[in-house]
């Protein structure tokens, strides 16, 4: 099977940390490289997480460091979700010898879009001001772009504002220059798909006893036991306390096999001044807009996500992965 060509843009981030276990221990990916920018923490924390992470999974891939704040305006850090180094205190020392690539993130990304000719797909978990700064240096960039998915946006209510998701609230502008970019495959896998799956009691259990030799085991457990102790604190009480939800490992699932749901294809902007709303995926549900620039998903199989999510969890059960 050839792997597909991939740039992770992440912050991690515990849902991150999920999401980059799912994708490489799906074995689907060439995973090219890593790319971390501001977010959940301060990117001097987003990027050793990201470096610790590939370190951690066994993926063999270079590490850049992006942007340390949005284009224009910054908001806050999600330390109250992700723990003040970002991996909910999990010890990210890095091994030996363990070092960034030299260069920017953005131009990175260029440079493999160029390098694979077209064959490029792009995930973006994180603020997309790596992606904004790629696209403004190199306006062809998305020509060159496969598949780009994302997770962020909200089709209805937010998590960082009434509306606003966290991703896009971070950096709206940078959304707002993505979402008009042109990339020929867009899809926002947004705050209500990442809603509608989740791991139930009986997959959380499994994940809290998973094998000692399973690299994601202790990492697993600890985020089971902060979110066990944090689930009161938290401000997205859509979701129902028992099971475990999540965001990241939502678009990595849509990544990975996209038939796990169906999509509309809708037009898209980023609300960048409005007092209330600045951070709104403002929709075009009604068809107004002369085109459709993202995929959406509107019926995603909770059954299917868990299914991926464990059979990617249960490659590194192997010593060699
Ligand atoms: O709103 C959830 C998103 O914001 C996730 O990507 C999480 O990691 C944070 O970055
Ligand atoms: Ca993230």
């Not at 160029?114 to 020509?143: D, F, R, S, W, Y």
């Not at 994940?207 to 089971?224: D, G, I, Q, T, V």
């Not at 129902?240 to 996209?258: F, G, R, S």
């Amino acid at each position: 099977m050839i792997k597909r060509p991939l740039i992770i843009d992440c912050d991690p981030g515990i849902d991150d940390a999920e999401c980059i276990m799912m994708v490489h221990g799906s074995g689907k990916f060439d995973i090219r490289g890593i790319t971390a920018v501001h977010g959940n923490v301060p990117l001097s924390h987003t990027s050793q997480n990201a470096l610790f992470l590939s370190k951690l999974y066994g993926i063999d891939c270079p590490v850049y460091l992006g942007a340390k704040e949005a284009i224009i305006q910054r908001l806050s850090r999600a330390e109250y979700v992700h723990g003040n180094n970002g991996l909910i205190g999990f010890d990210t020392t890095l091994p030996e010898g363990a070092q960034f690539a030299q260069g920017h993130a953005w131009d990175f990304i260029w440079e493999e879009a160029v390098k694979q000719n077209g064959e490029l797909e792009i995930l973006a978990i994180g603020p997309l001001t790596n992606l904004a700064i790629a696209v403004m240096k190199h306006p062809e960039l998305p020509k060159l772009v496969k598949n780009l998915v994302i997770m962020g946006g909200a089709a209805g209510s937010g998590n960082f504002g009434v509306y606003s998701e966290y991703n896009i609230a971070q950096d709206p502008h940078a959304c707002e220059i993505v979402l008009q970019a042109g990339f020929p495959k867009f899809t926002m896998v947004d705050l209500n798909a990442c809603r509608s799956v989740w791991l139930n009691g009986e997959e959380i259990e499994k994940l809290r006893n998973l094998p000692e030799n399973n690299r994601f085991a202790a990492l697993a457990k600890r985020m089971l036991k902060h979110e066990d102790d944090n689930k009161s604190n938290w401000q997205d009480d859509a979701f129902v306390d028992e099971y475990h939800y999540t965001c990241d490992p939502v678009a990595a699932a849509v990544l990975i096999d996209e038939t796990i749901g169906q999509y509309v294809d809708k037009y898209v902007f980023c609300d960048c001044v409005g007092e209330m709303t600045t951070g709104q995926t403002v929709i075009d549900w009604l068809g107004f807009a002369p085109f459709k620039n993202v995929k959406i998903p509107v019926a995603l199989d909770r059954d299917k996500f868990a299914e991926i999510y464990f059979e990617c969890v249960k490659s590194y059960e192997k010593e060699d992965c």
